[in-house]
T-cell receptor, first 111, second 112 residues
Framework: KNEVEQSPQNLTAQEGEFITINCSYS?????LHWLQQHPGGGIVSLFMLSSGKKKHGRLIATINIQEKHSSLHITASHPRDSAVYICAARYYGGSQGNLIFGKGTKLSVKP | GAVVSQHPSWVICKSGTSVKIECRSL??????MFWYRQFPKQSLMLMAT?????????EQGVEKDKFLINHASLTLSTLTVTSAHPEDSSFYIC????????FGPGTRLTVT
């Protein structure tokens, strides 16, 4: 069964701390997404990656195909980073929209 | 970046009525849009794939007669929840694809 596991489920950090959220998946993915869901529910797509590493501002996403593992890092965290972070995998053979979503990591950054 | 909008952002309706949710790609044409559903504290689940000019493809377990999807143009897909019941209360999210996948802000439906 294709699954996506995230850890931790909940994470509390102090402003300025370096944050890491982990995601592991089963074999054979064609792409992995990192999404941010704000308290109101709206979803923002942060990254889509199939190999290597991507960086956007204070956010960095990496993926290790051999280890079947991806990480999302937030440098110099800020209270506005507080949100639920979701990883989602597209397995080979699935349509582009048929993503398997993790349950999310709820991040709270305290000032 | 590409923007996807949804309307309304939240709606409350009475049991038995129908509700239409719109999903628009604002600055690009999307031949394919996707509809997801999210129950409280749960992951998103794909409901259906909406293709412009053709019938939607529904995931197993999703009632096509209850969740009517129309993809009338390259920038608009609609989801109509027919004869809504309290168990249909959920957060409905659409996404559209242009190279990457862009998500709408979601619509919170509450059926009383």
């Amino acid at each position: 069964k294709n699954e996506v596991e995230q850890s931790p489920q909940n994470l509390t950090a102090q402003e300025g701390e370096f944050i890491t959220i982990n995601c592991s998946y089963s074999v054979g993915i064609s792409a992995l997404h990192w999404l941010q869901q704000h308290p109101g529910g709206g979803i923002v797509s942060l990254f889509m990656l199939s190999s290597g590493k991507k960086k956007h501002g204070r956010l960095i996403a990496t993926i290790n195909i051999q280890e079947k593992h991806s990480s999302l890092h937030i440098t110099a965290s800020h209270p506005r980073d507080s949100a639920v972070y979701i990883c989602a995998a597209r397995y080979y053979g699935g349509s582009q929209g048929n993503l398997i979503f993790g349950k999310g990591t709820k991040l709270s950054v305290k000032p | 970046g590409a923007v996807v909008s949804q309307h309304p952002s939240w709606v409350i309706c009475k049991s038995g009525t129908s509700v239409k949710i719109e999903c628009r790609s604002l600055d690009f044409q999307a031949t394919t849009m996707f509809w997801y559903r999210q129950f409280p504290k749960q992951s998103l689940m794909l409901m259906a794939t909406s293709n412009e000019g053709s019938k939607a493809t529904y995931e197993q377990g999703v009632e096509k007669d209850k969740f009517l999807i129309n993809h009338a143009s390259l920038t608009l897909s609609t989801l109509t929840v027919t004869s809504a019941h309290p168990e249909d209360s959920s957060f409905y999210i659409c996404s559209a694809t242009r190279v990457e996948q862009y998500f709408g802000p979601g619509t919170r439906l509450t059926v009383t």
